[in-house]
C-alpha cells in the first residue's frame, strides 16, 4: 500500500463532473504486420493480460480515507478484471477520421469509476478511410487518471504493452500476484495519524529551502534581469467548460521541425511547435473575430524527475508560462519571440527552481480541496478570477524505434488530456518513428469545429515552414553559412548559427571539427619534417594529434552543453 503525493491528489481533488481529470492517446496500428495479417480482439486481450505484472498502475485502484483527513492510498485490487478495463467497438463504415475524433471525443468525456484501478482502453475497429492509414488498421482511445501518470511515468505502461519486434512474447512474472485485502477505516486513520504529527516539520524544511530561491527570483525581476510572461487575455477557452469534448490533431515530419529551428539561432523544437501552436490560435481566433491584442499564454508542463525516479509512478512535474506570439502575423518573427521568451521563462523557471513550487503540493488539506474545487465550479469563478494562462501545450517525448502491440505496428499516436473551467484547451505534442504530432482537445462549446482548429494547425505550420525555406535561400543566410565555421569557437545555446543542423553539429562532434580546425601552417611543417630524421617525424605526429585532440574535446563538451541547455525544460505532460 502506497500513499499519493499531495500533487498526485489534486488531480482527485480538482475532478467535477465537468471536467474529469485523465489524459490519454490515440494511437493507430496496422494489423498487416501480425502473422495471418488479421488481429483478434481475443488476442489483445490475452496480451494485456499477460502483460498487468510489468506495471503496477493497471492493478492499483484506491482506498480513500475516512472523512478525507488525509490523501488516499494506492492498493492491489484483490477483484481486478482485465474485461472490464480492455473493451472493443468499431467505427460504422466507411470508417474515417472525422468518425474516430468523433468516437474519441465521446469517450473521452467520460469519468473513470475511482471504485476500480483508473484506467480503460477501448479497441476500436474499422478504419478504412483515413487518409495516409492502411486500410483495414485499428486505433487503441487510452485513458489513464491523472493521478496516476505523467508523461514521464506513462510510459512504463507504454512499454509494458509494446514489444521492438511483431514476433517478441512478453516476460512471464518472476512470481504470481497476489492481491492485497482492501485496508480497514481504522488502519487508515492510525496512518493519517503518524503523517499529521510530521508535516509541521517537512513544511519548515521547504519554505527554508524555497525562500533564498524566491528571494533571488525576486531580485531579478526587480532588476528587469527576468521578465513575466505578460498580460493574459481572456478568451473563449477561458469560462466555465461543459462535460462535451471534441478531439482533432495533424502530424508533421520531425525533420521538418528540425530544418525550421535552425532558421532562428538557438531555437529548440519545442519553440517551433509553440510557434506553430500561436498561429494556429491566431488563426482560429481571428476568423471569430474575437483575436486579442496581447499574447496568449500557455502553460508547457516540466518534468522535475530525477535520474532515480524515472521509473516511479505518479506525477513529477512543474510548469512555466509563455506567451506564443499569437498577437504577430509573421511567422518567423513569432518563432524569434517565442525563443526570446521561452529563453526568458527558463531563466526564471531555474532562478526559482522548477521543484520548488511542487513541494508545497505536499501539504494541500485533503479535507478542503475538494471543496474548494467545486466552490469554483459552482460560483463560476473561472469568469471572474484573473488568468494564469490561456491553455496548456505539453509534449510527451516517444522513441523513434518501431514499436508493436501483439504483432500489430503503431503506425501514429495523438494525445488527448484533461480541461477545467478556466482552461478549455489543451494540445498535447506527441513524437513517435520520425513524427510529430499536435492534437486538440477542448469543450464542445467553445471549440463546435475542431476539424477547422486542425486545419489552422496544419496551415500555420505550412506558412512558418515556407518562411523559413525563404529565409534560408537568402543570401545573407548562405553567407552566414559560409562564415560561421570560422566565428564559432562552442555551441553555447546563445550563439548557435542559423545554418546549423542536426547532421552538422554531429559532424562538428567527430573528426570533420578536428580536421577543419587543424592549422595549416601546422601540415606544412609536418610534411617538412617527413624530410628530416624519424626522431624528428615521431614527435611531429605525437604534437599534431594531441593538437587534434584538443578541439574535438573542446567540441565534444560543448556539444553536451548544449543538450543539456536543451533538457532544461523538457515540455512533458502534466509531460
Not at 264 to 289: F, H, M, Q, S, W
Not at 305 to 312: A, E, G, H, I
Not at 426 to 446: A, K
Amino acid at each position: 500500500m502506497e500513499q499519493l503525493s499531495g500533487m498526485d491528489a489534486s488531480f482527485l481533488y480538482f475532478e467535477t463532473k465537468n471536467a474529469p481529470m485523465h489524459i490519454g492517446s490515440v494511437a493507430i496500428y496496422d494489423q498487416s504486420t501480425v502473422e495471418g495479417g488479421v488481429l483478434g480482439f481475443k488476442e489483445i486481450l490475452k496480451n494485456y493480460e499477460a502483460r498487468l505484472h510489468m506495471s503496477r498502475a493497471f492493478r492499483q485502484r484506491l482506498a480513500f480515507v475516512p472523512a478525507n483527513l488525509d490523501h488516499p492510498y494506492w492498493f492491489e485490487d484483490p477483484d481486478f478484471d482485465v474485461e472490464f478495463h480492455v473493451r472493443h467497438i468499431a467505427l460504422p463504415h466507411p470508417g474515417d477520421w472525422r468518425q474516430l475524433c468523433i468516437q474519441a471525443s465521446r469517450l473521452h468525456s467520460r469519468a473513470l469509476d475511482t471504485n476500480r484501478p483508473l484506467w480503460e482502453m477501448y479497441v476500436i475497429e474499422g478504419l478504412d478511410n483515413v487518409e495516409g492509414i492502411p486500410k483495414g488498421s485499428f486505433a487503441i482511445l487510452s485513458k489513464v487518471h491523472h493521478a496516476i501518470i505523467d508523461g514521464v511515468s506513462g510510459a512504463e505502461m507504454v512499454a509494458a504493452i509494446h514489444d521492438m519486434k511483431p514476433d517478441a512474447k512478453p516476460t512471464p512474472p518472476t512470481e504470481p500476484w497476489v492481491p492485497e485485502r482492501e485496508p480497514l477505516a481504522m488502519e487508515l486513520l492510525a496512518r493519517t495519524a503518524g503523517h499529521t504529527a510530521v508535516q509541521p516539520f517537512r513544511l519548515a524544511n521547504v519554505v527554508a529551502r524555497s525562500v533564498p530561491a524566491l528571494a533571488r527570483a525576486g531580485l531579478k525581476m526587480s532588476t528587469g534581469d527576468l521578465k513575466s510572461s505578460g498580460p493574459v487575455p481572456r478568451t473563449r477557452f477561458n469560462g466555465c467548460v461543459s462535460p462535451h469534448r471534441v478531439f482533432d490533431g495533424r502530424s508533421f515530419a520531425i525533420d521538418d521541425l528540425k530544418f525550421i529551428r535552425t532558421t532562428v539561432p538557438g531555437a529548440t523544437i519545442n519553440d517551433v511547435v509553440l510557434t506553430v501552436c500561436g498561429g494556429a490560435l491566431r488563426k482560429y481566433l481571428a476568423d471569430k473575430e474575437e483575436l486579442p491584442g496581447d499574447s496568449l499564454v500557455a502553460m508547457t508542463p516540466i518534468s522535475v524527475r530525477s535520474p532515480d525516479k524515472q521509473k516511479s509512478a505518479g506525477n513529477q512535474v512543474s510548469a512555466m508560462t509563455v506567451a506564443i506570439g499569437t498577437d504577430i502575423e509573421e511567422p518567423m518573427k513569432r518563432l524569434e519571440a517565442v525563443f526570446e521568451h521561452t529563453t526568458n521563462s527558463k531563466e526564471l523557471t531555474n532562478a526559482v527552481g522548477a521543484k520548488t513550487m511542487t513541494d508545497y503540493t505536499q501539504f494541500i488539506p485533503s479535507t478542503t480541496a475538494g471543496m474548494a474545487a467545486r466552490l469554483y465550479t459552482g460560483l463560476g469563478l473561472a469568469n471572474r478570477m484573473k488568468l494564469p494562462m490561456n491553455c496548456v501545450i505539453t509534449n510527451v517525448p516517444g522513441p523513434n524505434v518501431p514499436l508493436y502491440m501483439t504483432g500489430a505496428r503503431l503506425v501514429t499516436q495523438f494525445g488527448t488530456g484533461p480541461i477545467l473551467d478556466g482552461m478549455g484547451l489543451i494540445m498535447p505534442v506527441f513524437s513517435y518513428g520520425g513524427q510529430i504530432t499536435i492534437s486538440i482537445t477542448s469543450c464542445r462549446e467553445m471549440i463546435p469545429d475542431p476539424s477547422f482548429f486542425a486545419d489552422c494547425i496544419q496551415e500555420s505550420f505550412d506558412e512558418l515552414m515556407a518562411a523559413a525555406k525563404k529565409r534560408a535561400a537568402s543570401p545573407a543566410f548562405k553567407k552566414a553559412m559560409k562564415a560561421a565555421p570560422k566565428k564559432r569557437a562552442s555551441l553555447s545555446r546563445s550563439a548557435v548559427p542559423a545554418h546549423q543542423s542536426d547532421a552538422s553539429l554531429s559532424e562538428r562532434d567527430g573528426t570533420t571539427v578536428s580536421k577543419a580546425k587543424a592549422s595549416p601552417k601546422a601540415k606544412t611543417k609536418a610534411k617538412a619534417k617527413t624530410k628530416t630524421k624519424a626522431k624528428r617525424k615521431t614527435t611531429s605526429k605525437a604534437k599534431a594529434k594531441s593538437a587534434a585532440k584538443k578541439p574535438a574535446a573542446a567540441t565534444e563538451e560543448a556539444q553536451g552543453d548544449l543538450l543539456s541547455e536543451d533538457k532544461v525544460v523538457s515540455i512533458q505532460a502534466a509531460e
